[in-house]
């Protein structure tokens, strides 16, 4: 039984091939090959642009894929949400898709804009947005270097951004936030009504999940005295409760726990205060929870 996945081509394609990597599936990509192999002989993957991951996903030719929570709205098309995937190709959170004037420009609304032109590659979303908000505007398809259309060849655009510094770079203001948009794993309703691809693609979410968990993650594993054990506990931020583990001296106990990598510097040395010994800190692959 093999699967057929869709991988983002494009803008996400590095992080999402790096995920792979964190999770334990390597993904190798050959130049001018829309073809890709993997360490599990049971999945093969096609790369697809994100913004057509749906079609093919709806349509059967691919049994799951991962793409933007906004493309799959825009499109329009039913597909199963496997899982949420929060990343993007720069950082771990979400995107924006923003509505956005020139920096001089005197809207200061959405509902400034009745009657004006508005550029997107969003369109489908764009055009619900001032729907609902009883705007009426021309909205346009936008083939790519959406910012730099206004103000000669558009009043106002609708575009994505993760930290909006190619806005500011190209003089525009952002006044409104259309959607927020995630990678999600997609599957084809008819693969998921199958209890071996549903199982296949289930644990493929698991294992990105829990690579995404130990991301900015590390271990810490030390001894203490039984007497000690209560003040290394109140220094520990612990994932959930830390493991206590019982040592051949009946006056030691071992403690393992899980922390921000960011944390370990101020951590570390305050369990020392507290009596811990043998502190090592050690770096996490997956963390499933």
Known sequence: ????????????????????????????????????????????????????M???????????????????????????TVSDLIYAKQSRGKVRWVLAVPEDSPYQRAED???????????????????????????????????????????????????????????????????????????????????????KIENLALMLRGAMDAQDRVGLMLNVRKEDLAAVLAVLPALKNPTISTLSDDEWVAVNTIIEESTAWQVIPRLKEARGQGIVEYPLNKVVM
Not at 4 to 33: C, D, H, W
Request: hydrophobic fraction near 40%; charge should be neutral; aromatic fraction near 8%.
């Open 1 to 52: 039984m093999k699967i057929r996945l869709g991988i983002p081509k494009g803008s996400l394609q590095e992080a999402t091939t790096q995920l792979f990597n964190r999770a334990g599936l390597p993904i190798f990509i050959t130049s001018r090959s829309y073809f890709a192999t993997t360490g599990d002989a049971e999945i093969e993957c096609m790369l697809i642009r994100a913004q057509e």
């Open 54 to 80: 749906a079609r093919y996903v709806e349509h059967g030719v691919l049994d799951a894929g991962l793409t933007g929570l906004d493309w799959v709205v825009e499109s329009g098309l039913e597909v199963v």
């Open 113 to 199: 804009l009745g009657g004006c032109i508005v550029a997107t590659e969003l369109v489908s979303v764009t055009r619900k947005f001032f729907e609902s908000k009883n705007v009426d505007v021309q909205v346009e398809f936008s083939w790519g270097a959406t910012e730099v259309k206004p103000p000669m060849l558009a009043d106002a655009i609708v575009e994505v951004t993760e930290t909006g510094s190619s806005l500011k770079a190209n003089r525009l203001r952002i006044i409104d936030t259309v959607l927020e948009s995630n990678t999600q794993i997609i599957a084809n309703k008819k693969a998921w009504r199958y209890a071996d691809k549903r199982r």
